[in-house]
Each structure stands twice: as C-alpha cells, then as structure tokens.
C-alpha cells in the first residue's frame, strides 16, 4: 500500500516531545516521511500540525502562520527556563501587584514587539541548539527578535499568597514565545514570572476540534488529505488541463494576485498540483506535488 500523504493535526499530551509525536506517527502511517509544523515542548499540550507523505512539503509554509494559545502564568517567582519545569532562580512576593498593573504590562505586551526568545529554545547559535548551550553550562543571551502579539487577554486572577496565577489566551505570529511573555510581563511588574501551563488551540486554520489524540489515532488512523489540508491553509487557484500540465512540467505561471504569501494550485479534477508565490510577473513554485 502506497504511503499516505495528507496532514493529521495531533492533540499532543503533556510529556511528550514533538519529535515523540513525529516517531509515534511514522510507526501508526508506515513511513519515514513524516515531520511536524512548530514545535512544542514537552510540558505543552495541543495543536501539532504532522505532516506524513508529500505533505511534509508543506510543514515549511504552515509554521509560518499564526498561532493561538491558553496559559497559565505565575507572577512572584523566576525559573531558568521561563516555565515550571526550570530550576526557581528567584522569588518575590506579587501580592501586592494590582489588577490595573498587569493590565497595563499585558497592554505593553501586545502588538509589534521585541522580544528576546528564551535561552533554552530551539533558536540556533551557529548551528548549535540554544537550549544545548545552556545545558551544556553556557551563559546563552540570544538577539530580540520582531514578534506581533495580537491578542492577549487576561481571563482570570487567582491569588495566593505572596503567588498571582494568571489565566490567559494569546493570538501571536509565528516565532513568539509564550514562556518569554511570562518572563517579561513578571519582569515588568518586579516580580518575575513563568509559565506553569501551555495548551496550543490553533496553528492556522487547525483548531482543537480537529485535533485527534495519540491513542484515537491509534485506533483509527487518517490523514486529512493532501488537496484539503492546502485549501484550508492557502489561498486557491483552480486552473484548466493545460496549465495543470504546464505546473506538472515546472513551468513557471503568471502572476496570481492572490499573495503575499504561497497559493495553492488545483487542477480541473480538485488535485493540489503545487504552491507558488508571486516573485513579480511570475509565481514561482514553491513545492510541486505532480
């Protein structure tokens, strides 16, 4: 039987790597070419958007879109890795932080920002994991980075003590971390802060109600086919017989008008022939899948 090719969007569990997902999925499909669109740590759950068979050859261009989260921040206390699975570097009593004081440092936090991943993050310092470095007792500063938070939103207050918890939803481009907004807004207010829980709700289009656990998937595997999987992400453009034997030969089409970004083409049948972006009076392909 011919491998698959098609997206599965993972509700992953707490615990596991992504690449724990990515082994899992290769063993359920029967095929090696499998990967993952954005990583999430271990201690996260949610959205990982796998891609098995020719659909890896889109992973690249979904993890550039958008992604939304629910987490749980704690205000008072600062660990190594921004999240509660670090070493506490330091504590201060937050339970004097006002409501109108985290607004305030939620609001500086929203929109076009600069922010500073966290140095045990996959960032690459030349070539090398910046979370290896760490481990390996180096003291890693990484560069801020151009992010755009275009949600965050404080659901509810909890406190304890000299502790705030903080229950939030987050809407951000790709590239932000989550852990860092912890940090940051904890860091703003005096206090330190970190992550204690990170449930990923969306990567693009693919929300938590199409998600399927590990061991639904176990049961009944599926992929979300090919031509699907891009017409949810991309925009379409639908052409006749004879481009589609012009885009199965490589050859370059006219302009689509339909970026920024890539634009998925089908043929007359509905199959996905490749995506191409704008690159002036042409669109170039990016991938082609005939």
Same mark, same amino acid.
């Given at each position: 039987?011919?491998?698959?090719?098609?997206?599965?969007?993972?509700?992953?569990?707490?615990?596991?790597?992504?690449?724990?997902?990515?082994?899992?999925?290769?063993?359920?499909?029967?095929?090696?070419?499998?990967?993952?669109?954005?990583?999430?740590?271990?201690?996260?759950?949610?959205?990982?958007?796998?891609?098995?068979?020719?659909?890896?050859?889109?992973?690249?261009?979904?993890?550039?879109?958008?992604?939304?989260?629910?987490?749980?921040? @704690?205000?008072?206390?600062?660990?190594?890795?921004?999240?509660?699975?670090?070493?506490?570097?330091?504590?201060?009593?937050?339970?004097?932080?006002?409501?109108?004081?985290?607004?305030?440092?939620?609001?500086?936090?929203?929109?076009?920002?600069?922010?500073?991943?966290?140095?045990?993050?996959?960032?690459?310092?030349?070539?090398?994991?910046?979370?290896?470095?760490?481990?390996?007792?180096?003291?890693?500063?990484?560069?801020?980075?151009?992010?755009?938070?275009?949600?965050?939103?404080?659901?509810?207050?909890?406190?304890?003590? /000299?502790?705030?918890?903080?229950?939030?939803?987050?809407?951000?481009?790709?590239?932000?971390?989550? @852990?860092?907004?912890?940090?940051?807004?904890?860091?703003?207010?005096?206090?330190?802060?970190?992550?204690?829980?990170?449930?990923?709700?969306?990567?693009?289009?693919? @929300?938590?109600? @199409?998600?399927?656990?590990?061991?639904?998937?176990?049961?009944?595997?599926?992929?979300?086919?090919?031509?699907? /999987?891009?017409?949810?992400?991309?925009?379409?453009?639908?052409?006749?017989?004879?481009?589609?034997?012009?885009? /199965?030969?490589?050859?370059?089409?006219?302009?689509?008008?339909?970026?920024?970004?890539?634009?998925?083409?089908?043929?007359?049948?509905?199959?996905?022939?490749?995506?191409?972006?704008?690159?002036?009076?042409?669109?170039?392909?990016? /991938?082609?899948?005939?």
């Amino acid at each position: 039987m011919a491998d698959p090719d098609g997206l599965v969007v993972v509700d992953k569990p707490t615990g596991w790597t992504s690449h724990d997902v990515v082994a899992r999925i290769r063993r359920l499909a029967g095929t090696r070419r499998v990967g993952h669109a954005g990583t999430l740590d271990p201690m996260a759950t949610g959205v990982l958007v796998v891609g098995v068979g020719k659909a890896t050859r889109l992973l690249g261009h979904l993890a550039l879109t958008a992604k939304e989260y629910d987490a749980t921040i @704690r205000l008072g206390a600062t660990t190594v890795t921004d999240d509660a699975e670090g070493e506490v570097t330091a504590r201060a009593d937050a339970s004097a932080v006002t409501d109108d004081a985290i607004a305030a440092g939620v609001a500086a936090l929203t929109g076009a920002i600069q922010q500073v991943p966290s140095a045990v993050s996959a960032v690459k310092i030349d070539g090398v994991r910046s979370y290896h470095r760490v481990r390996s007792g180096e003291n890693v500063e990484l560069p801020p980075r151009d992010v755009v938070v275009t949600r965050f939103d404080v659901l509810a207050t909890r406190r304890d003590g /000299a502790h705030v918890d903080l229950d939030v939803s987050v809407a951000c481009s790709s590239g932000t971390y989550i @852990r860092a907004l912890a940090r940051d807004l904890g860091a703003s207010l005096g206090v330190g802060g970190h992550l204690t829980a990170l449930r990923r709700t969306a990567v693009g289009p693919y @929300r938590l109600d @199409r998600a399927r656990t590990l061991d639904a998937l176990a049961e009944q595997f599926a992929v979300l086919p090919l031509a699907e /999987a891009a017409a949810a992400a991309f925009p379409r453009l639908d052409v006749d017989a004879e481009t589609a034997g012009r885009v /199965a030969h490589g050859m370059p089409l006219p302009a689509t008008g339909r970026g920024p970004g890539p634009v998925a083409v089908f043929g007359p049948d509905g199959t996905l022939l490749s995506l191409v972006e704008d690159r002036g009076s042409r669109a170039k392909h990016l /991938a082609v899948f005939v």
